[in-house]
């Protein structure tokens, strides 16, 4: 089981979160968002995180930006892949290739025919693009599961993401407001729950 903690802005969130088992962590370039990182900030957490024993895979969080700016924050930031949650075309998902994955917000984001061999699975709440704790539709995202790799977001708790992965089979969780004490700033005590109950299933599944 992938767990992604998303939206971190402090380096010792990112480090707890690491040692307790996430295997990727998501920074947010979204200028409009409240866990909003600068690619300053950004880069020191990537540089320490990349010292670890065991460094996670970390995800550059974009919003309908450009390919070249996208690009820019890969290279300047060491991000190993870029979270497309916008209404970014095909073509931009082309362009870019395996190192960009695109978030679908159900709902409101048409599905492609040929899903794509990872994407992300939240949902759509007007106005917001992720991070606002309203809980997936997780009848469609089984469905999706089925057929590739997801990361199951939206209004994932310690309290729920047991019964969100015995019910969609994801490849991964991803969280950020169910572990925050306010957008931006993680819970230690939620985070260390989250992350042993999403561990727990994959050890009972093993």
């Not at 480090?15 to 409240?34: D, R, Y």
Request: proline share 6%; hydrophobic share 40%.
């Amino acid at each position: 089981m992938k767990i992604k903690i998303c939206g971190l802005t402090k380096i010792e969130d990112a480090i707890l979160a690491v040692s307790l088992g996430a295997t990727h962590i998501g920074l947010n370039f979204f200028p409009a968002s409240p866990r909003y990182v600068d690619k300053q900030t950004a880069f020191s957490i990537t540089n320490t995180l990349s010292k670890l024993e065991n460094p996670p895979i970390v995800v550059g969080v974009f919003v309908n930006e450009s390919e070249l700016k996208i690009r820019q924050a890969i290279k300047e930031v060491g991000l190993q892949l870029a979270q497309l949650h916008g209404d970014e075309s095909p073509d931009l998902i082309d362009q870019l290739g395996p190192v960009a994955f695109k978030a679908y917000r159900l709902g409101k984001t048409t599905l492609p025919n040929n899903l794509p061999s990872l994407c992300l699975v939240d949902a759509y709440v007007k106005g917001q693009y992720g991070g606002a704790g309203q809980t997936a539709d997780w009848t469609k995202a089984a469905s999706i599961a089925r057929d590739t790799h997801i990361f199951l977001a939206g209004g994932l708790t310690p309290e729920n993401v047991i019964p969100a992965i015995r019910q969609v089979q994801p490849w991964g969780v991803d969280v950020a407001s169910g572990i925050e004490i306010e957008p931006g700033i993680k819970d230690p005590q939620l985070m260390r729950k989250f992350i042993s109950n999403a561990l727990s299933i994959n050890k009972n599944s093993n």
